[in-house]
């Protein structure tokens, strides 16, 4: 079911998400809901790779992704190593209605420990577009906010600048 997404200033997003334990409808019910909230948002604005559950208001760990060689969820997720290497990222968020873009510093390569559906413990290592948008996903989970990574107002930019700056009409600019 597309569920409403909370926006910035909600105070939901700033709670901290629970682990799952029960493998069960419930968590299936989470799953589809995220994707269908995500996929409906990626129609109608055109962007956007991943969604967290405290974004449809459920207090879990859950984020789902869904690019268009590759969609799944991740449950529990951990980065469990973090590269030295770091990289710039304009990033932005459904919770901010993608209306403007903040630019972070997120690590080049993470390894994420997470379950999948069938409460398999997965290791696997992400790195450059992926890195980032996990690393924004698993923020949420802790109630943090790509906003929060905001080190002066130069580092803040409305998406109209955004798309002339940096949209070349490439799904790899979805910094979301
Ligand atoms: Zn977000």
Not at 157 to 176: A, D, F, M, P
Request: proline share 2%.
């Amino acid at each position: 079911m597309i569920k409403e997404i909370l926006l910035l200033g909600n105070p939901i997003l700033r709670e901290k998400s629970e682990r799952i334990v029960k493998f069960d409808v419930e968590l299936i019910n989470i799953i589809n809901d995220l994707k269908d909230t995500l996929i409906d948002f990626q129609h109608r604005k055109k962007i956007g790779r991943g969604i967290a559950a405290p974004q449809i208001d459920i207090l879990k760990k859950v984020i789902f992704v869904n690019l268009f060689d590759r969609s799944f969820p991740l449950i529990n997720p951990e980065i469990v190593w973090k590269s030295s290497e770091i990289f710039e990222v304009w990033d932005s968020c459904f919770s901010f209605d993608v209306a403007f873009f903040v630019k972070t510093i997120r690590y080049k390569s993470i390894k994420v420990k997470y379950q999948n559906i069938t409460d398999e413990w997965l290791e696997e290592i992400f790195t450059d577009e992926m890195s980032e948008l996990l690393q924004h996903e698993i923020d949420h989970l802790h109630g943090i906010l790509a906003t929060d990574h905001l080190k002066n107002n130069k580092d803040i930019i409305l998406r109209e600048e955004w798309e002339k700056r940096y949209n070349t009409n490439s799904s790899s600019k979805c910094r979301i």
